[in-house]
């Protein structure tokens, strides 16, 4: 009985050991760190102000778009940014819930394209306030709620969710006049462990299994 316990010990070390020898693959390693590969999903932007509707004076905003960048969905999503251009000492310009639209368009996730018309996101939202000069701008930047934030992505389903409702002010000419847009996703799918917790786990499970067959060798030593 005591042998058959003692080769059940080692046997789960063995199975254990399999599986961390298994997932391997998945993980980059040097002899001090180990590198997790992540999901990558490429994207870009486009969008406009609506030059037609509630402008004041010379219209000095325009939107950046992001033409194509990759990015790990898990971290924040660059969203294009608004560019504020100088005026004349002493001019202003108002913008009175002056319309901008911006898309968000998935293209690819691990490599697989995707149909971008059955994809993209659509944004909407408002500037108000004024800028004068170079130096100053009290122009409010206010997203709608977006309406339809779903989008595939690989075998599950993202939302793209907007940063604290993304409402900010345009930053002035004087200080760079880029105002950055963000966003995050989330997933429907539920949480995967990462292969270094399994990993831990399944070393956890193999150790356990070398002190049973060490202390069952040592009891029949001992009997």
Known sequence: MSMSQGWSGLRTAVIALGFLAWIAPGVKADATTTTLVPYLLDYGTSGAVDLGTGITGTNVVSYVPITSAKIDPTTNVPLGSFQVTALPDGQTTTYNNTPFKISFIPTAFNGIAMVPSNQAVDLSGHLTGSITGSYQSSVKVTFDEIKDPHFGI???????????????????????????????????????????????FLSTVGGLGLRKYVQTRRQRGQA
């Open 154 to 200: 690989g075998k599950t389903t993202g939302t793209l969710n907007l940063l604290k409702g993304e409402q900010k002010l345009l930053v002035p000419s004087s200080t760079g006049g880029t105002t950055t847009l963000e966003a995050s996703i989330a997933t429907a799918a539920s949480p995967v462990p990462e292969p270094s917790t399994i990993a831990l």
